[in-house]
């Protein structure tokens, strides 16, 4: 059964830093793409960044790119999201998720249920 | 980047009903097109992939369709658990971009 767990959310003041982990289990995870989705409350989705298999592609969002690192370790299945700078616009349930490619097209298959970062003076 | 508007916003309907939502994106995106349900607390859920294909163990009252710039997901028969917000995403191009999702409200 694929599993997608996220942890490190919390509240952080504007400026600082978090690091969001995603413990995967239940595929070959190096094997896939995976993807970081955030939702403010009460908003839409928003698409953060992308990880390929081996790392050596990778690709933010404007509202991110600068600020944010995506980053993964296969050998313990683990996907991170290193946060600086951050800023009330921030705050949101990160949710990490796995990209399928098949069908000639891509798709988020599988999701976790997602960590809240609060950023607040 | 390539926009992905949804309509309408929200919907109300009834147990049994049809219902379609629509999705335009700005530039042709062949078929290369998700539909999301998310129901309230919970993480998105996969639906529709390829634009018409059925995401496995997704009850086949769901169906999509289109291609190039507009699509739509249809529900043939509203049961009380699909009363949620759908999102459509298209997911090739970067940087992926979602609608801005369609609320589905019990009349």
């Known amino acids: 059964e694929v599993q997608l767990v996220e942890s490190g959310g919390g509240l952080v003041k504007p400026g600082g830093s978090l690091r969001l982990s995603c413990a995967a289990s239940g595929f070959t995870f190096s094997s896939y793409s995976m993807n970081w989705v955030r939702q403010a409350p009460g908003k839409g989705l928003e698409w953060v960044s992308s990880?390929?298999?081996?790392?050596?592609?990778?690709y933010y969002a404007d509202s991110v790119k600068g600020r944010f690192t995506i980053s993964r370790d296969n050998a313990k299945n683990s996907l991170y999201l290193q946060m600086n700078s951050l800023r009330a616009e921030d705050t949101a349930v990160y949710y990490c998720a796995r990209r399928y490619s098949g069908s000639g097209t891509y798709t988020d298959d599988f999701w976790g249920q997602g960590t809240l970062v609060t950023v607040s003076s | 980047d390539i926009q992905m508007t949804q309509s309408p916003s929200s919907v109300s309907a009834s147990v049994g009903d049809r219902v379609t939502i629509t999705c335009r994106a700005s530039?042709?995106?062949?078929?290369?097109l998700a539909w999301y349900q998310q129901k309230p607390g919970q993480a998105p859920k996969l639906l529709i992939y390829a634009a018409s294909s059925l995401q496995s163990g997704v009850p086949s009252r769901f169906s999509g369709s289109g291609s190039g710039t507009d699509f739509t997901l249809t529900i043939s028969s509203l049961q009380p658990e699909d009363f949620a917000t759908y999102y459509c995403?298209?997911?090739?191009?970067?940087?992926?971009?979602f609608g801005q999702g369609t609320r589905l409200e019990i009349k």
């Open positions: 995403q298209q997911p090739n191009s970067f940087p992926i971009t």
């Open positions: 530039q042709g995106i062949n078929s290369w």
């Open positions: 990880i390929s298999g081996n790392s050596n592609y990778i």
